[in-house]
């Protein structure tokens, strides 16, 4: 619909439109005009209230005020946040001696000397109540949330501002104020998580049942007591949460033979080699299951990790948590002979709160570009419909819904969702909460990147498989390019080794020189990606190899080293289309043009 130039501007200002928000309308949207205007003919309101109250209450009174205010709310409101807060609760929740709030009280005797607009939005403020309410669904513009009283919807303007950093299913206490054809919060609000919403529901039901009142007169009368229990959830203030103890193990033995223990890791599939240079780091990993998601590309392994080990000075540590890891490595150990001997075995006990877990996984994928479902599918992996959960009666959620819990099992995989989208960093990619509520009969999550068609799966699947075996002729080619025993199963190593090997045969001390140093800048380049294969090197890849890999390595580079860099790695391109029959040599070519290499 478009507007007369001389017409009325929409947001209200009172001017003509040609002289208001027409010539801001490239800078400025309207809507955010007038939510400014909005809020603030608000504030000018506030203020008008703060001076009526400054006026009629004594120094003595407000005392009186702030001291029931911190002990309704057991002092848990922070210090920064107290001031607004009570003056909120003294405006517009606490009623007087004779039944009524503030605001009324202060639209009685300043009626006469508010305008139109500010008559209307007293009239708001008094006929609107406090809701308890969750974030049930969001978009761009706005965040619905429902009353968890008469599951009554609202479209809330999602801003800063408003309704905070956005988290799946966070929630609030607070008084909801008509704008447009939406919502904004009136007042200052906590928001909470699920659990902390889900305290101050249970707590207003418990009040309803002992007052004999509405959930609406609750939700005014206790609203300090019902924002205490929020607070106190969200701080962690509770002081009869349950916590547990869980045992760290340190093993400790004198290696005897470095050589013969590298063989004993490399032997056994079970033993991950993270670091075997200056640093040696090696991880013990078992229960293997293929991990697919239908927004990642391909599949990956994910394995347990009992525990960890490093040789430092001739000693080996290996740490794990619990005492059943660490008599099952011993035991693992004796086999390697006289690599090892025993010194000491040490523990330590640490507390952690009763619903927590202290995992640790390996995630290893087919393709690059799916490293960071690293944390999605432990997400994933930690969702399991069969595991008992103490804090639900040691139900499962299986058993939950099986048993007409279908509210608790729904409850814990909101929360699991609100905590974990806290941790994440990649708002774009949130784990896949839809294919267990698919299997327990409960609605799909919004919130779920991909949607209703979101799928994921594990499934058994047995250790990566080890590397080839190393003929013993080949062991100075491959130190030469700088392999070392942890990486020398890469999946270039073999080739690039193969690629020197025939490159250097009798040629001359320079040509020698040539090949091997532009292969090491090009292993030390591979060893910093995540890639399996020749053909994830696509031409991102290549355009990041010229245009700034290579000259990480340098703080100088000669342009002779750069047309030798980049002559071998047009021949090891070739080479590697002709064994593989890949695409590499067009994609070299192209990027060395594009960047300017040469």
Known sequence: ???????????????????????????????????????QQKQELIYMMSKFFQKQYSRADMHTYLMEFRKRTENTVPGHMEDPFFEFWLYFLRKLENGKRGVEWFYEEANGRLNREQQHMIQTWISSKPRLLQAIDASEQSIVFEDQFTAETFQVVRSKENSGDFIPWYGTLSILEPFEDQYLFHGLRAFTTPQGLRAAVSRAQELMAAESLSHGEILQDYFLELMAEIVQKEQGHAGSQESKTLEQVEVTYNVQNEKALLDFFQQHDEFLI?????????????????????????????????????VVNGMLTFSCIGSEHAEGFKSLMKKTGVALS???????????PFNAEISNMVFLPEEASAERFGPISQAFLNMDADQ????????????????????DAEHWLKNYEHNFSKQIEDGDLTPDFNTIRRELGLPLSPFVTGGESRTSSLEPASAPRRGTEINQEDIPYYEELGFRPDTVNNFYAEDLMTFYKEKSAGKSANTVRKYRNNLLDLRDILEQKSLTQWSSCDQTF???????????LYTYTSMTQQKEFASTMKTLAKWIDDRYDTSLSPLVAEAIVKTEFV
Not at 293 to 306: H, I, K, P, R
Not at 343 to 350: L, R
Not at 542 to 552: G, R
Request: glycine share 6%; net charge positive; charged share 30%.
């Open 274 to 310: 993270d670091r075997w240079g200056e640093e040696k780091m090696v991880s013990w990993s078992g229960n293997w299951k293929t991990f697919r998601d239908s927004e990642m590309t391909g599949s990956a392994l994910v394995g347990d990790v009992f525990g960890t080990m490093e």
């Open 388 to 407: 008992k959960i103490p804090a639900y009666d040691n139900l499962s959620l299986r058993e939950m819904v099986q048993n007409g819990r279908k509210a």
């Open 1 to 39: 619909m478009s507007i007369n130039r001389n017409a009325p501007c929409p947001c209200g200002s009172g001017k003509k439109y040609k002289k208001c928000c027409l010539s801001k309308e490239n800078v400025v949207q309207l809507t955010e005009v007038k939510q400014e205007r909005f809020i």
């Open 542 to 552: 290549w355009k990041q190899v010229f245009e700034k890999d290579l000259f990480a």
């Open 342 to 352: 025993y010194m000491d075995q040490t523990s330590k006990s640490i507390t952690l």
